[in-house]
């Protein structure tokens, strides 16, 4: 059985040939890191979920397992809206919590891709006849204010330390959309990363298996499909560094041979070392991200951890109500 996905995103806010040209032109070239996420690209996304490796979404779910009760408790929403939801399977944990008290309950999924939304789907659809499903297609970035709001306390979620991928004044911008649209009875519930020891954040993008490698290098097939241009990702190494001075994760796309890609009817010409900036994966400490709540007018109301301090989801309320 399949369900309707309400779409909501322009194509035309998305990034043009030109932009992307001229972001493979700067000094630090970069790709934008939404683009990592097609049918393919969003599979291998769960994939690295269950790696060895890969803490945070075995971590978030322990603190799922734990506090749900809780979360729902102070909460009281009747709607769950979830922003770049993936696969749900964490959230999961949170919708069967919330069945137990409640007659009915509805989840909204939100992400770009559509893969992610049947995933989530297929993963909700049998678990009861109370909950409403509803899946949207569109850009958090973008396409927030679209978003259409009910009367009933909602409780919105931005899970996987996603707020991560963002650049600082991005995630400014970000949470202050949200806190704007909040009504005085919503709460958000925000996953994030902590700053922890170096090697096991660097364990977590360069799994033994080559999962993240392949995750990484997806993003210039889906670029060729969406622009028509000609990268060959045989010819590139994956590269994912954590910048102490900066707490992220940085990943990479390095040049191991000189290549030439067509673009405009011009040539970029990519030598051998040169890298690509695929995404950066920020990690926080209670102080950094206390201070971005507040640029963002949210107030933090409750934190919830795990044992090691490793991951913390925060539930957020919006101060300007
Ligand atoms: N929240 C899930 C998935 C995290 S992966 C978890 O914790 O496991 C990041 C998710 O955000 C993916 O499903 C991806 O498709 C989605 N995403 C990435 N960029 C997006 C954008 N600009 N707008 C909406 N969704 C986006
Ligand atoms: C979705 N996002 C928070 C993941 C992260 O950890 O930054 C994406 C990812 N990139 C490499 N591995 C996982």
Request: positive net charge; glycine residues 4%; charged residues 30%.
């Given at each position: ?21 001229l ?45 749900s ?129 170096k ?12 999962i ?19 990268f ?24 191991n ?42 107030l ?22």
């Amino acid at each position: 059985m399949s369900h309707d996905i309400k779409e909501i995103s322009n194509k035309e806010d998305s990034i043009s040939l030109k932009e992307l040209n001229l972001m493979l032109r700067k000094k630090q070239k970069s790709i934008p890191t939404k683009f990592l996420y097609d049918d393919l690209g969003s599979k291998l996304f769960e994939d690295i979920s269950n790696t060895e490796e890969y803490y945070l979404t075995r971590t978030e779910k322990k603190i799922l397992n734990n506090y749900s009760s809780s979360i729902l408790n102070v909460s009281g929403a009747k709607e769950l809206l979830e922003l770049g939801s993936g696969s749900s399977k964490k959230t999961k944990v949170l919708i069967l919590e919330a069945l137990k008290e409640k007659d009915n309950l509805t989840y909204i999924s939100f992400d770009i891709s559509t893969k992610a939304l049947k995933m989530s789907y297929n993963e909700l659809k049998n678990i009861s006849s109370k909950l409403d499903i509803k899946l949207v297609q569109g850009d958090f970035i973008n396409d927030i204010e679209k978003l259409q709001s009910t009367k009933e306390p909602r409780l919105y979620l931005f899970l996987g330390s996603t707020l991560g991928n963002f650049d600082n004044e991005t995630a400014i911008k970000f949470l202050t959309n949200i806190s704007q649209k909040m009504k005085k009875t919503d709460f958000l519930l925000l996953g994030i990363d902590k700053i922890k020891n170096k090697d096991v954040i660097k364990a977590a993008y360069n799994d033994k298996n080559g999962i993240t490698e392949k995750f990484n290098k997806n993003i210039l097939n889906v670029i060729n499909k969406e622009y028509n241009l000609n990268f060959q990702p045989d010819k590139f190494n994956h590269l994912a560094l954590y910048n102490e001075d900066k707490s992220q994760i940085e990943m990479y796309l390095k040049a191991n041979s000189k290549q030439k890609i067509d673009i405009l009817s011009e040539k970029i010409e990519i030598n051998s070392g040169d890298k690509i900036l695929t995404e950066i994966s920020r990690k926080f400490s209670d102080t950094s991200i206390n201070e971005i709540f507040e640029k963002s007018g949210l107030l933090s109301v409750k934190n919830f951890s795990d044992e090691k301090s490793y991951y913390s989801l925060y539930l957020l309320r919006s101060n300007q109500k």
